[in-house]
């Protein structure tokens, strides 16, 4: 059973900064499937924020956190992190950590592969 674990939610300034963790287990060769982070504000559907391939070599962000957030990966950690920097009130909401299901793809997300596996969320609120 694959397993996602996030950590590092809490409470920021705006304008401030955070860092999100994921940790990846339960399957072989973690480090070779995409992933990806999505985040919900309440009342809100679930939204893509941002995905990293496999190799790290794709990554792509939502508009509104381009320039802004960076996303990364260890495989030999099988962890995968979200730099939030000029965190902003709109930031606010649970974050997930997502991951694929197939090997080797390019990304989790709007027109890329389906996440699969899901945490359970971290919760972010920006206070002003």
């Known amino acids: 059973q694959v397993q996602l674990v996030e950590s590092g939610g809490g409470v920021v300034q705006a304008g401030g900064s955070l860092r999100l963790s994921c940790a990846a287990s339960?399957?072989?060769?973690?480090?070779?499937?995409?992933m990806g982070w999505f985040r919900q504000a309440p009342g809100k559907e679930r939204e893509f924020v941002a995905t990293?391939?496999?190799?790290?070599?794709?990554?792509v962000y939502a508009d509104s956190v381009k320039g802004r957030f960076i996303i990364s990966r260890d495989n030999r950690k099988n962890t995968m992190d979200l730099e939030m920097m000029d965190v902003q009130p709109e930031d606010a909401g649970v974050y997930y950590c997502a991951s694929s299901e197939t090997t080797y793809g390019p990304g989790v997300g709007p027109g890329q592969e389906i996440p699969r596996y899901w945490g359970q969320g971290t919760q972010v609120t920006v206070s002003s």
């Open positions: 990293i391939s496999w190799s790290a070599s794709d990554i």
């Open positions: 339960g399957r072989s060769l973690t480090g070779f499937y995409a």
